[in-house]
C-alpha cells in the first residue's frame, strides 16, 4: 500500500483574475507561514515529486530539506497549459474561446495550450510510475488542475464531476492506494 499526499503549491505572486496555467511565476509574502502549516500535516516521507513550476518547486524544496527526503522533478504535474491565455485576465480571454471551452472542457485546446484530456494523459502516465516505485509515503507537489485530474484517476470519476472542488492554496489530501487497485484509465 502507498499513501500519496496530493499537495497544491502555495499563494502564487500574481494578481488574482489572472490566467496563469504554466507561467513560472513566484510566491506570495505568506510562503512561510503557508509552508510551516504543510509541514505541520505531514507524516515521515520518502519521497517528493514535483512540478518544475518554482512555485511548487520551491515549497518541494523546503518540505525536502524539512522531511529529510528525496526530492525529484517532474514536469507530468505541471498545471493545464493555456497557451496564449496565460498572463491574460480572464476577462480579457474572448468570450466565444471561453465558450468554445465550456462546450468542450476535455477536448478544447486554447490556442498554444493543451486540453484537459491532454493533462488527464500526463497525469496516467505519473500515476503508472508512481505505482511501481517502492516509496510508501510520497508527497505530489503540484497544481490545482493536476490535483483534480489525480483525483479523478484515483477515484475512478470523470474530471468534469470534479472541476467545482475545492482545492486551495498549501490543500494536503492524502490518498491511499492499494496494490491491484485500477485508477489509471482516463475517462
Known amino acids: 500500500m502507498q499513501t500519496l499526499y496530493l499537495i497544491r503549491h502555495t499563494t502564487p505572486h500574481i494578481a488574482p483574475g489572472i490566467c496563469y496555467g504554466q507561467l513560472d511565476i513566484g510566491v506570495a509574502d505568506s510562503f512561510a507561514e503557508e509552508a510551516n502549516n504543510i509541514l505541520r500535516w505531514l507524516p515521515p516521507l520518502e519521497l517528493i515529486l514535483t512540478s518544475p513550476l518554482q512555485r511548487a518547486s520551491r515549497l518541494a524544496e523546503r518540505l525536502s530539506r524539512e522531511k529529510h527526503c528525496e526530492l525529484r522533478s517532474d514536469a507530468r504535474l505541471m498545471e493545464k497549459h493555456f497557451g496564449a491565455w496565460e498572463g491574460k485576465a480572464w476577462d480579457d480571454i474572448a468570450r466565444n474561446e471561453i465558450d468554445a471551452w465550456a462546450d468542450d472542457i476535455m477536448g478544447y485546446i486554447p490556442e498554444g495550450g493543451e486540453s484537459a484530456q491532454q493533462l488527464m494523459w500526463r497525469v496516467q502516465t505519473l500515476l503508472r510510475d508512481v505505482a511501481q516505485l517502492p516509496q510508501q ?33 498549501g490543500a494536503v489530501i492524502s490518498v491511499r492506494i492499494f496494490q491491484g487497485c485500477s485508477i489509471l484509465k482516463v475517462k
Do not use: K, Q
Open 137 to 169: 509515503n510520497i508527497a505530489l507537489v503540484a497544481h490545482g488542475g493536476s490535483v483534480r485530474a489525480m483525483l479523478a484517476l484515483i477515484g475512478d470519476v470523470p474530471l468534469t464531476d470534479i472541476l467545482s472542488w475545492e482545492v486551495g492554496y
